[in-house]
């Protein structure tokens, strides 16, 4: 519910700051005062579109903070975790408006875009008197408040999951069935490019070994030169050759006759350089009489690389990607093989959806229905008690026409009235009156009040037109609406100013050539003479403080009771 409100130069408000108590809050004062400023602040502070001439003159911007206590609100609380804005169980709104008319606005201090302060504010307070503003103007809001009162939300949002399941398995045969001409050629162009693929059968790592191979073939000539040169260096030039040189090296040392580390050291790494020479020269000998320079093997070789190269061109690879290219073609053929055994799959799914809906439905619509009579015939009374004698309340639950399940179940569910005989039944918004509306609202909202998840509900002026017993009857209806939900109320009626668990008095001041509102709270004495005010008008007379007296005491006794 709605905790405290911070009004900072908002139209005539200099500064405001109002700490808001459960139950039903009236707020009165003389026209022109500013009454409807809270609530305009309100309604900026919940979503509502602005312009600059919401700022106080001379000031550069207006701030709003509004604070909700969301303790025992699972909704708020749930979509605040969604959008990682949660603060435990405090919600603040808050708004800023420059004089150029840019708004900004924050959720629990993080900035959020205004969509989202209209969704958060939709969940914390419902506002009625202005027609854009009344969640009851909105389909949506009939097929939920009806659902609430019959018991029914369990079973209503089984019934959009299975019809959401259902659309989207629909979605996915028809992807698959309206495509089958496409399909059988892509099927056709799939099998021909695998077969070459498969006719290929490249392995792995079979590529490397190639382009190894023929580089080796492609230079044996210059290999095998190399390679007997360096023998006839090492061992077979009998003119001279490395291994020679060093035996005769060997022998020459071997005649000193010495013993020095020096000559000790030569001799043993001439003699390992002999060995290392001896085994190099085997090495190449091996190399020499097992290489293959084979002609034919080379060109076989040639025209396997070749055949590589073309098909990995055709399939815009690079030749090392062309056996995932396979891997990735056969995947798909599968798939699109499989399609047949899969709408099979899909229509049998549909099949079974399509019943527990129509088996689910067949519950829901039979509680709506019933739940529909009982909630017009208490709402048709209320109206009656509200001034509108003549007011009748209808549900009208039409079926739904549609190729598809509609999550909203099997029927369309709008709340009409009409207020005059003879006059058919219109939808809520098509009602002329703006009094009219406001009290059907009030009546909608005692009614469901018990089952009802918004925590916090506004009416600006629900008693234009009515007075006497009437305006005394939306006061006990609004006060027992305050008992289940925190009602605000901006009122001229002294029979329902009486009523309120809480008073807010609003004045117009002049300081210093400036005009501001200001909203106190009103209790004992100053509250009498208020409502004496209001019962009286201008001059107060000690029969008029009885008469407020009388009606504040009543309303006590009757909370006492």
């Given at each position: 519910m709605l905790t405290q409100l911070s009004i900072s130069n908002f139209a005539i408000v200099d500064q405001l700051d109002l700490d808001i108590n459960s139950g039903m809050t009236v707020i009165t004062g003389e026209t022109g005062a500013g009454k409807s400023i809270m609530l305009d602040a309100l309604g900026l502070a919940t979503g509502?579109?602005?312009?600059?001439?919401?700022?106080?003159?001379?000031?550069?911007?207006?701030?709003?903070?509004?604070?909700?206590?969301?303790?025992?609100?699972?909704?708020?609380?749930?979509?605040?975790?969604?959008?990682?804005?949660?603060?435990?169980?405090?919600?603040?709104?808050?708004?800023?408006?420059?004089?150029?008319?840019?708004?900004?606005?924050?959720?629990?201090?993080?900035?959020?875009?205004?969509?989202?302060?209209?969704a958060i504010g939709e969940l914390l307070i419902d506002i009625h008197g202005q027609h854009e503003s009344q969640s009851l103007l909105k389909k949506n809001s009939h097929r939920l408040l009806l659902d609430d009162f019959s018991g029914t939300q369990k079973l209503a949002c089984e019934v959009a999951r299975i019809a959401h399941q259902f659309n989207q398995t629909h979605h996915e045969l028809d992807r698959l069935t309206n495509n089958r001409k496409e399909q059988d050629e892509r099927i056709q162009l799939l099998s021909y490019q695998l077969q070459e693929l498969e006719q290929l059968s490249l392995q792995e790592g079979e590529l490397e070994q190639l382009e190894k191979e023929l580089k080796q073939l492609t230079h044996a000539e210059s290999t095998l030169s190399v390679c007997h040169q360096i023998n006839n260096i090492c061992s077979d030039n009998e003119?001279?050759?490395?291994?020679?040189?060093?035996?005769?090296?060997?022998?020459?040392?071997?005649?000193?006759?010495?013993?020095?580390?020096?000559?000790?050291?030569?001799?043993?790494?001439?003699?390992?350089?002999?060995?290392?020479?001896?085994?190099?020269?085997?090495?190449?000998?091996?190399?020499?009489?097992?290489?293959?320079?084979?002609?034919?093997?080379?060109?076989?070789?040639?025209?396997?690389?070749?055949?590589?190269?073309?098909?990995?061109?055709?399939?815009?690879?690079?030749?090392?990607e062309l056996l995932v290219k396979q891997n990735t073609l056969s995947s798909e053929l599968e798939s699109i093989q499989f399609s047949d055994e899969r709408a099979e799959e899909f229509q049998q799914k549909l099949t079974e959806l399509k019943s527990d809906f129509q088996s689910k439905c067949e519950k829901l619509s039979k509680k709506r229905h019933s739940s529909a009579r009982q909630l017009e015939k208490k709402v048709t009374k209320r109206l009656s008690l509200l001034g509108l004698p003549h007011g009748q309340f209808i549900i009208a639950l039409t079926p739904t026409e549609s190729n598809t399940l509609s999550p909203n179940g099997a029927e369309d569910i709008e709340f009409l009235v009409t207020t005059n005989p003879g006059q058919p039944p219109r939808a809520l918004a098509k009602v002329a009156s703006g009094g009219e509306l406001s009290r059907i609202s009030l009546a909608i909202q005692v009614i469901t009040a018990q089952t009802s998840h918004i925590p916090s509900m506004v009416f600006d002026e629900v008693d234009v037109g009515i007075g006497g017993g009437t305006a005394e009857i939306v006061g006990s209806m609004l006060r027992e609406l305050g008992e289940r939900s925190q009602v605000l109320c901006v009122t001229h009626q002294p029979q329902v100013a009486s009523q309120g668990h809480q008073h807010l008095h609003v004045s117009k001041k002049v300081r210093n050539a400036k005009t501001s509102t200001e909203i106190v709270g009103l209790k004992g004495e100053r509250r009498i003479k208020e409502v004496a005010r209001m019962l009286g008008g201008v001059e107060m007379t000690e029969s008029t403080l009885n008469h407020a007296k009388e009606m504040l005491s009543l309303t006590d006794s009757k909370s006492a009771a």
């Open positions: 509502d579109r602005t312009d600059s001439h919401c700022v106080r003159q001379g000031t550069d911007k207006a701030e709003i903070h509004a604070s909700f206590d969301i303790s025992q609100y699972a909704a708020a609380k749930e979509w605040l975790e969604e959008k990682e804005l949660t603060s435990d169980d405090e919600c603040i709104l808050r708004r800023v408006i420059t004089k150029e008319g840019r708004s900004r606005a924050y959720i629990n201090g993080t900035l959020s875009p205004l969509a989202d302060l209209r003119a001279g050759n490395i291994l020679q040189q060093l035996a005769i090296c060997m022998q020459r040392l071997g005649d000193l006759q010495i013993d020095h580390p020096a000559i000790n050291n030569t001799v043993e790494m001439i003699s390992s350089a002999q060995i290392q020479v001896e085994e190099a020269v085997g090495e190449i000998n091996h190399f020499i009489d097992h290489f293959d320079e084979d002609p034919a093997r080379m060109q076989e070789v040639d025209q396997r690389l070749s055949a590589i190269y073309d098909l990995a061109r055709k399939h815009r690879v690079q030749p090392e």
